[in-house]
């Protein structure tokens, strides 16, 4: 087959342009924030491979969407481009922006309050790591906030028969928040702020006692549903697992 002049190819991409214009914004905007959710490579590419895709996912629906699963938490300190591309994502209402600038504003200790309102966002747009990290800090300080903790918490076990599992979105807080260094003043507060509230007592369900600290009974502390036949003293004990994370992620003395 002959190579393609350039004449061709010319009249090829004015072709293709043409069809693109011809598609209803709504359904190239639905089309792109589809490939965003599912990687943001492929939205990259999307974008290179035509003005009318690249315009396009300017859109704020497309960073509403966008995958960002695959992004380095720490990146953010070095990648003024990334940083601002961030901002876009949360401005728009991502649930992993959200998630992550809300655990980078908390355990920095820079922008306390507004990490956890990041979080709380978050949690409510249904994403699974950021209701278990907002859930187990309201738990952590008590009072009329440990119920709305609770629930929150509760609320991860109607994701178990789509396959969620709890070890695993541990594993996925624990990664992210160990890439960091977080601030020993704020997860001293937290983790404090547990032993004082969390007093060992009788669980009002089971009726077994329900401890601060992790404790050796020859099981495996991160088997979060064989701990218990409870789910009170599973996710009591799942906190306790969540505070021994946060103390293991602090920036070193020297």
């Given amino acids: 087959m002959a190579p393609l002049t350039r004449s061709?190819?010319?009249?090829?991409?004015?072709?293709?342009s043409r069809i693109m214009q011809s598609l209803p914004k709504e359904l190239l905007v639905e089309v792109l924030a589809k490939v965003a959710s599912n990687s943001f490579n492929d939205?990259?590419?999307?974008?290179?491979?035509?003005?009318d895709f690249n315009k396009t996912a300017e859109e704020d629906n497309i960073f509403q969407c966008v995958d960002m699963s695959k992004f380095p938490l720490v990146s953010w300190r070095f990648d003024d481009k990334f940083s601002k591309f961030l901002k876009r994502c949360k401005k728009c209402g991502n649930a992993e922006a959200l998630y992550r600038l809300g655990l980078h504003d908390l355990f920095k200790?820079?922008?306390?309050?507004?990490?956890?309102?990041?979080l709380k966002k978050a949690a409510s747009k249904g994403h699974v790591e950021a209701t278990y990290?907002?859930?187990?800090?309201?738990?952590?300080?008590?009072?009329g906030a440990k119920q709305e903790g609770l629930e929150l918490l509760y609320s991860l076990n109607h994701y178990k028969p789509k396959g969620f599992s709890v070890r695993e979105c541990r594993e996925?807080?624990?990664?992210?928040?160990?890439?960091?260094?977080?601030?020993?003043?704020?997860?001293?507060?937290?983790?404090?702020?547990?032993?004082?509230?969390?007093?060992?007592?009788?669980?009002?369900?089971c009726g077994n006692r329900q401890e601060v600290f992790i404790v050796e009974r020859g099981w495996d502390p991160l088997d979060h549903e064989n701990f218990s036949?409870?789910?009170?003293?599973?996710?009591?004990?799942?906190?306790?697992?969540?505070?021994?994370?946060?103390?293991?992620?602090?920036?070193?003395?020297?």
């Fill in 133 to 143: 990290v907002y859930g187990a800090i309201l738990v952590c300080f008590g009072g």
């Fill in 8 to 16: 061709m190819k010319k009249k090829a991409a004015n072709s293709k």
């Fill in 43 to 51: 939205l990259y590419s999307a974008k290179l491979s035509c003005k």
């Fill in 172 to 205: 996925r807080v624990k990664g992210l928040v160990w890439s960091m260094w977080a601030d020993r003043m704020v997860v001293g507060k937290i983790v404090q702020a547990r032993h004082e509230t969390a007093v060992s007592k009788t669980c009002s369900d």
């Fill in 109 to 118: 200790g820079k922008r306390v309050q507004q990490g956890i309102m990041c």
């Fill in 229 to 254: 036949s409870c789910n009170s003293c599973r996710w009591h004990q799942e906190v306790n697992i969540f505070c021994d994370i946060l103390n293991d992620s602090c920036t070193p003395l020297y």
